[in-house]
């Protein structure tokens, strides 16, 4: 509340991970803790959260105006994202409908964090991130279009000018050594990923994908003669046909260099040139794997064991603020707890140009079974980890 003079209108993206209120956490979010009569009302004398009749009644009351004042926040073209699990799903998505209106609905995120989970039914390894809008419309009718970079695409790029400063326009020797070095990435290296883009041109780094037409049984899909330039004869046909009509290729086949990739001879059916720069970018999917643990141990590496449970990861967090953010605009978080949110924009402000910015809000005491904890969370975990964050930590490396 007292933010908002300053802020309402102003905030680009949301990001907020509340209670999940599984029933055994002794959370305590209200406006005075220290009120008798709210004390008494929250039930906490009643016994553990999940022992409790009015446990999703008293979440609720805790999310409503929060959810409310988060919105008043916004700006126009604006989003905002919350995590939760299946406890309070149902719930959450009544009561986001009713305070951004259904129409503004973007989507729910499944992130599977682990292939095991601990349950006597099922495996329960997931968990969701709500999205909605400040206004839908205003985004449609800026032709917002949200993409996250692909994982390991700037690192080929990076090697790849290295190898451009090397040798130059020789962009046989080029492929050699860009296979070379894929080759040598450890299993699970997300640049291994696109190896497949080992030909080069001027132009930059590409994979030579086909443009056949695609089997739908078009029986006029264009078949006109593509003349290979070396031997001047033309080259084989897909049997389905050409995937462009013959103007387009002929001005794919005029530029410099053209976007039409050849073989040896007229043998092989050519290729169109599919630039790595030019899809190093895709949406954001709505289903995402990414281990829970690694954040763990970001956390723990920063601050010591045990000093925080289940922190969020700030690479997830990061794709999600980069994609819907600018440079120069202002990131929220009013569930700030380990401070991932505030990790994730500095990690994209490393990147370079005008820096994002951000606002954490975290109680300074939270409740554990009742007694409150000896640390101070904003203080001795928030702050703590922003700041060593922002002196140059970098990743779980260090």
């Not at 949200?146 to 040798?167: C, F, I, M, P, T």
């Not at 120069?328 to 569930?335: A, K, M, R, Y």
């Amino acid at each position: 509340k007292a933010l908002l003079p300053y802020y309402a209108g102003k905030v680009k993206c949301i990001y907020i991970d509340p209670p999940y209120n599984t029933g055994n956490e002794g959370w305590v979010y209200n406006d005075n803790v220290n009120s008798p009569e709210i004390r008494r009302w929250l039930g906490q004398v009643i016994g553990k959260e999940g022992e409790t009749l009015d446990r999703h009644d008293r979440w609720l009351c805790m999310m409503y105006p929060r959810l409310a004042l988060l919105r008043q926040f916004l700006r126009e073209d604006g989003a905002i994202f919350v995590s939760i699990d299946d406890n309070e799903l149902a719930n959450l998505l009544l009561l986001m409908e009713e305070t951004f209106g259904a129409q503004n609905q973007l989507a729910t995120i499944v992130w599977e964090k682990g292939k095991k989970g601990d349950s006597k039914f099922f495996s329960r390894n997931h968990e969701y991130i709500v999205a909605y809008a400040r206004s839908k419309n205003v985004l449609v009718a800026k032709n917002t279009k949200w993409k996250k970079r692909k994982s390991g695409v700037d690192e080929v790029l990076a090697h790849y000018q290295n190898l451009r400063k090397k040798y130059g326009n020789n962009y046989e020797d080029i492929r050699v050594e860009m296979m070379k070095w894929y080759r040598a990435l450890p299993k699970g290296s997300p640049a291994k990923a696109h190896k497949h883009y080992n030909w080069s041109d001027a132009r930059g780094l590409y994979f030579p994908d086909n443009f056949h037409g695609p089997d739908d049984g078009r029986e006029s899909r264009p078949r006109y003669d593509i003349i290979h330039p070396t031997t001047g004869k033309p080259c084989a046909k897909p049997s389905t046909g050409w995937r462009w009509e013959e103007a387009r290729t002929k001005i794919a086949l005029a530029e410099d260099p053209p976007r039409i990739h050849f073989g040896p001879d007229e043998s092989t059916i050519p290729c169109r040139k599919s630039y790595l720069v030019d899809v190093s970018n895709e949406p954001f999917p709505t289903v995402i794997y990414k281990d829970g643990r690694a954040a763990t141990l970001v956390v723990e590496q920063l601050l010591g064991k045990g000093r925080f449970s289940f922190p969020k990861d700030a690479e997830v967090i990061a794709d999600l603020v980069g994609m819907v953010s600018e440079p120069g605009d202002i990131i929220l978080d009013s569930f700030s707890g380990s401070g991932t949110t505030a990790h994730a924009v500095l990690q994209l402000n490393a990147e370079g140009g005008t820096p994002r910015r951000f606002v954490m809000v975290q109680m300074a005491y939270e409740s554990d079974e009742q007694k409150v904890l000896e640390q101070n969370i904003a203080r001795d975990i928030t702050a703590e980890r922003v700041r060593r964050v922002a002196q140059g930590y970098t990743d779980a490396k260090g």
